[in-house]
């Protein structure tokens, strides 16, 4: 992790600056690999490893990494908190699941023809309208590195976050072997508490992740908190579409993946704008997919992406039929 990036953490309960404790770092100490993070008022520390820095609540912590940790650096047992907090069941689920199932949805998901159209047609249309170069952008809900890969050869420097430590590590390996670990750091946290100093991002990104989040409205209250003025801020995620049992129809037919979604993981025009603009955005909301995802597994690369963006392009102008979609974005700015 780049020592700039380190100034702008800050610990997940008490939003503290860190102090950092070394233990490994690259040659010309521009990288810390190993270090305690530290939270001296508090009298908490978090641990930094293999780059990836864990910020959670201790209740979300893994407690078997952590006993590694310490074992490895001689450290001393964590300071017991002054008050025991019971973890949401949600956020458990979702750690338990990516840790049992990372390689599975690795398959199945990140490398699903589908994605790979959809991608290129939602995240890369924004892209090529918001140059990122050298611009500081944070990714929520980032999983194992599928739109922080397009992000980082971009050019901006990102720093990618998620609840599950396993897909972040898979991430890792893949901007390594991208040669575009330069331009990305790892951090650990809930996406309704980021650990980062306000007002300290240029762009920001959640893309299919807000319906794994226990809370997205404070979610996106958080991303707001994080942006500076004038940022941009590009969200996409599953559509509340009056046609979804068709498409819930056809999974339970020729089932595509297997996901642990949150209790609500659909969502509509209304919650888009209303939370965003509680969070201090100026939005506006289209959609994209109205066809099954099924069809891109028949039509890939090219001919998926001409097929995708021709029918996004004429069935979102037509009134009523453009609400048929299952997918539903937003395009963002901090006010």
């Not at 006993?67 to 019971?86: D, I, K, N, P, Y």
């Not at 990372?102 to 790979?116: G, T």
């Not at 996901?259 to 201090?280: T, V």
Request: net charge negative; hydrophobic share 40%.
């Amino acid at each position: 992790m780049k020592r700039e990036t380190l100034e702008a953490l800050r610990a997940p309960l008490s939003g503290n600056p860190l102090e950092i404790e070394v233990f490994e770092q690259s040659e010309d100490g521009s990288r810390i690999e190993q270090a305690r993070l530290i939270d001296r008022e508090a009298g908490v520390w978090y641990r930094l490893e293999d780059g990836i820095a864990e910020l959670l609540p201790s209740e979300y912590q893994n407690v078997e990494r952590w006993a590694r940790f310490r074992e490895r650096f001689s450290l001393e047992e964590q300071v017991a908190e002054a008050e025991a907090r019971t973890p949401d069941a949600q956020p458990i689920e979702q750690i338990e699941f990516f840790g049992r199932h990372h390689d599975q949805y690795e398959e199945e998901v990140v490398k699903s023809p589908f994605y790979d159209v959809m991608d290129a047609v939602t995240l890369g249309h924004w892209l090529s309208g918001h140059p990122l170069r050298d611009k500081a952008l944070i990714e929520v809900g980032a999983g194992s590195g599928r739109q922080t890969l397009p992000l980082a050869r971009s050019g901006a420097r990102v720093l990618a976050t998620d609840l599950s430590e396993e897909m972040l590590r898979l991430a890792r390996r893949k901007l390594h072997a991208a040669g575009l670990l330069e331009r990305v750091d790892f951090a650990v946290c809930l996406a309704e508490r980021l650990p980062v100093a306000s007002d300290r991002f240029d762009a920001g990104l959640i893309f299919g992740s807000m319906h794994h989040f226990k809370d997205p409205a404070a979610s996106l209250r958080e991303m707001g908190r994080a942006l500076r003025s004038g940022a941009p801020f590009y969200l996409l995620e599953p559509h509340d579409s009056p046609v979804r049992p068709v498409f819930d129809w056809l999974m339970n037919r020729w089932t595509l993946w297997e996901e642990e979604a949150a209790d609500d993981p659909l969502f509509n025009r209304e919650q888009f704008e209303r939370w965003l603009g509680a969070a201090g955005f100026r939005s506006s909301v289209s959609y994209s997919t109205y066809l099954p995802p099924h069809l891109f597994y028949l039509f890939r690369g090219g001919l998926g992406r001409a097929l995708l963006g021709g029918s996004d392009a004429v069935l979102s102008r037509i009134p009523g039929l453009n609400k048929l979609a299952g997918v539903i974005t937003a395009e963002a700015v901090k006010i």
